[in-house]
Nanobody, 121 residues
Framework: QVQLVESGGGLVQPGGSLRLSCAAS????????MSWYRQAPGKQRELVAA???????MYADSGRGRFTISRDNAKNTVYLQMNSLKPEDTAVYYC???????????????WGQGTQVTVFS
């Protein structure tokens, strides 16, 4: 089995920064795209940023220019650097990854448990 574990969430003041991490572990053969989503209370879960296995990135308008997604393939880890945080960034942030397990031909989608980010003075 494969699991994703997020870390780095917490309480931060407006204008502050946080760096989220998501590490994949388990019976992994390869990892394709890794991405970050977020979900605020009463709202739909939305894509924040994504990064392919080759390092190509994409951002939702909400975080473009403030957020940076990166990955360390040797560590099976994806990061989300969040700067200039705003109260509207408050949400549970989820890591998502397309992962191929050893001995399994098909890629499967995995989600982390989420980490709370609260931007509040």
């Amino acid at each position: 089995q494969v699991q994703l574990v997020e870390s780095g969430g917490g309480l931060v003041q407006p204008g502050g920064s946080l760096r989220l991490s998501c590490a994949a572990s388990g019976n992994i053969f390869s990892i394709d795209t890794m991405s970050w989503y977020r979900q605020a209370p009463g709202k739909q879960r939305e894509l924040v940023a994504a990064i392919t296995s080759g390092g190509r990135t994409m951002y939702a308008d909400s975080g473009r220019g403030r957020f940076t997604i990166s990955r360390d393939n040797a560590k099976n880890t994806v990061y989300l650097q969040m700067n200039s945080l705003k109260p509207e960034d408050t949400a549970v942030y989820y890591c998502k990854a397309g992962i191929r397990r050893r001995g399994v031909t098909n890629q499967e989608t995995y989600w982390g448990q989420g980490t709370q980010v609260t931007v509040f003075s």
